[in-house]
């Protein structure tokens, strides 16, 4: 049973941090593209930052410079470190793995930033 689990989500102020984790089991990590992707009320879910199996990185560019993905094969756990939060980064995270012919989600974590 493949199982993507979040964490780290809440309440920050405006320029604050956080970082969020994604703990996954039933698959073969390593071997998967993990991704965080955001979905704000009434907007389409959408790609915040993925990370490769080989450790190859892309970030939406309203996140560039701010947020950083990246991944613990020992602990099948992918992480995003939140920087710099701005009211529009509130939305639900979601961490999803994948690769060819499969795809997981999480359920995801509420981020809300504001003052």
């Known amino acids: 049973q493949v199982q993507l689990v979040e964490s780290g989500g809440g309440l920050v102020q405006p320029g604050g941090s956080l970082r969020l984790s994604c703990a996954a089991s039933g698959i073969i990590f390593s071997a998967y593209t993990m991704g965080w992707y955001r979905q704000a009320p009434g907007k389409q879910r959408e790609l915040v930052a993925q990370i490769t199996r080989s450790n190859n990185t892309n970030y939406a560019a309203s996140v560039e410079g701010r947020f950083t993905i990246s991944r613990d094969n020992t602990k099948n756990t992918v992480y995003l470190q939140m920087n710099s939060l701005k009211p529009e980064d509130t939305a639900v995270y979601y961490c999803?793995?994948?690769?060819?012919?499969?795809?997981?989600w999480g359920q995801g974590t509420q981020v809300t930033v504001s003052s």
């Open positions: 999803n793995g994948r690769r060819i012919h499969s795809s997981h």
